[in-house]
């Protein structure tokens, strides 16, 4: 058999978890953009099962719905008040249909576990035709660990010892149990109806299965492996912090060997759902979160934070933190820009320094360059808002839409109070506050006639550097000390269209 399917995986998560120090339950805390216990499934759904359980009991109801949001397809079964791992599986089998083949059971607190090593360890399994394969690890320091107690040939496992009721020799054992097993199916349930709790802690021991079927005659053997970091589970925030590091190790190695070049692994951060395509750069302090999908050869970073967002083949996103956004193909975003949910831009597109975005679909080839906010509009192709633009979405009730059309120039420092349309080919002069529509090739202007009072600053600065460099500046066409009445003034003024 190549690669054969287990009848089921029973994943353990009744636990509570209280080395954690928290009010949200162990198995929801997260790690690469998933909670623990999403990575757990995810892994053990990658082994192929018929039937996927999780066993709950902590904090049930909001586990429950966890799961219902992320992994609606798992069952669920429910531990009792019996205590231990035996129980748990014991509970777990409850939900399985399946009388026999072989079933796989996997801990919810443990991330790193992979597919790949699961299907491996049924298929050593099912070529021993054992009764029970357990995977194991041998760590320097096996405090806390039941431990490995193999026959003297070594081929054989005599059963497992929890380390609270380990002796000093048994102690010494380095080969741990991870964990992680492969069982006959008709074994285990009967097995399971034989264990008591008459140990150290009093409960119900999984391992305990292990000595049960080797005393039954039964083969029991052991798969080792030697990524001791992919067995371990998470049972204190240091550790969720350690494996959190090391996921985000593997995950930017896997994109590194796929042809993406992350300038600086130490300080970049990548989800496990984000996809990036072949030669993208990925520069110093980038964050990519949730489902990010990186285009081919797109440029990220320095210091850029992408949540959900989409970027276009070949675009360019520096110093940007987005959410929810949509970057075309070849267009450019940054530095320091903030493009929060629903905003859409267009191939080849702008947002440059110092802009906001929010529900804004940008044009292709349309340009935000400098200092504006958008909200709540649409604008059309080969546009151009001048620096400064703002759009006035909300009138303190009310947020209202705007619309720009094609190849629009906007001047400098506009104001597009919403609800507002431009139409194709519209201009707006410079500080222009655009409250009514402007109809298709209009110039809308309404910033009031500039006045200039000549030799003001003689006057009311005079002894001031301003007003020095401006007599200077003027020479001898300077006004004479008798213009400096107020009277005089109004003389002095022109008009400036
Ligand atoms: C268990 C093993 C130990 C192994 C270690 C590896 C037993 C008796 N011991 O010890 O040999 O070296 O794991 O980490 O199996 N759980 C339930 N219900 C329970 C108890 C536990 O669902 O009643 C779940 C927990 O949520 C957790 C997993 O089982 O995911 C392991 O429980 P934990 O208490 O950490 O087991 P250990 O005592 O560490
Ligand atoms: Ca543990």
Not at 117 to 146: I, M, N, S
Not at 169 to 194: C, H, K, M, P
Request: glycine share 12%; charged share 20%; net charge negative.
């Amino acid at each position: 058999m190549n690669n054969p399917a287990p009848a089921a995986v029973v994943v353990l998560a009744a636990g509570a978890g209280t080395r954690m120090r928290s009010r949200t339950p162990k198995v929801l805390h997260e790690i690469g953009g998933r909670s623990l216990l999403i990575h757990a499934l995810t892994a053990a759904e990658g082994a192929g099962p018929a039937e996927l359980v999780a066993v709950l009991r902590h904090e049930r109801e909001r586990v429950a719905a966890h799961l219902a949001d992320h992994a609606p397809e798992v069952l669920i079964a429910d531990q009792d008040e019996i205590p231990g791992t035996g129980r748990a599986v014991q509970c777990g089998l409850g939900k399985v249909t399946a009388t026999e083949g072989t079933v796989l059971v996997t801990y919810g607190d443990v991330p790193l576990l992979d597919p790949a090593t699961l299907r491996g360890l049924v298929a050593a399994h099912e070529e021993a035709a054992a009764a029970v394969t357990v995977l194991t690890a041998t760590v320097p320091d096996p405090t806390g660990y039941g431990r490995i107690l193999r026959s003297e040939d070594g081929a054989e496992v005599l059963g497992i010892v929890e380390h609270k009721d380990a002796t000093d020799t048994q102690r010494e054992i380095v080969e741990i149990n991870s964990g992680i097993y492969a069982f006959d199916l008709a074994v285990l349930r009967d097995a399971l109806d034989r264990i008591t709790t008459t140990n150290a802690q009093g409960e119900m021991y999984l391992t305990d299965v292990l000595s049960i079927a080797r005393q039954d005659g039964r083969s029991v053997r052991a798969v080792v492996t030697d990524d001791q970091m992919m067995v371990e589970g998470v049972n204190d925030r240091v550790q969720l912090a350690q494996l959190g590091a090391e996921m985000n190790r593997r995950i930017l190695e896997g994109h590194m060997r796929a042809g993406v070049t992350v300038v600086d692994p130490g300080s970049t951060w990548i989800d496990a759902d984000v996809s990036i395509g072949q030669d993208a750069i990925i520069r110093p302090w980038v964050q990519l979160h949730g489902a990010t999908d990186i285009g081919e050869e797109a440029e990220i970073g320095p210091e850029t934070t992408l949540t959900d967002t989409e970027v276009g083949p070949g675009a360019c996103v520096v110093r940007t933190q987005a959410t929810l956004a949509v970057i075309g193909k070849d267009a450019s975003v940054g530095p320091f820009s903030y493009l929060r949910p629903g905003t859409v831009l267009g191939t080849k597109g702008k947002i440059g320094g110092f802009v906001e975005t929010k529900n804004a679909q940008i044009g292709d080839g349309t340009k935000v360059p400098h200092l504006s906010y958008v909200g709540d509009a649409e604008i059309g192709e080969g546009t151009n808002l001048g620096a400064g633009t703002i759009v006035a979405n909300y009138d303190g009730v009310t947020k209202s839409r705007t619309t720009v059309g094609s190849h629009v120039r906007v001047g400098a420092d506009s104001v597009l109070v919403a609800p507002v349309s431009l139409g194709d080919g519209a201009h707006t002069g410079a500080g222009t506050v655009v409250r009514k529509d402007v109809p298709p090739g209009a110039l809308a202007v309404n910033a009031s006639a500039q006045r200039n009072m000549e030799g003001w600053a003689l006057r009311r600065r005079a002894g001031t550097a301003a007003g020095e460099a401006a007599r200077a500046a003027l020479g001898e066409h300077a006004p004479g000390d008798a213009a400096s009445g107020s009277g005089a003034q109004e003389s002095k003024e022109h008009e400036q269209r």
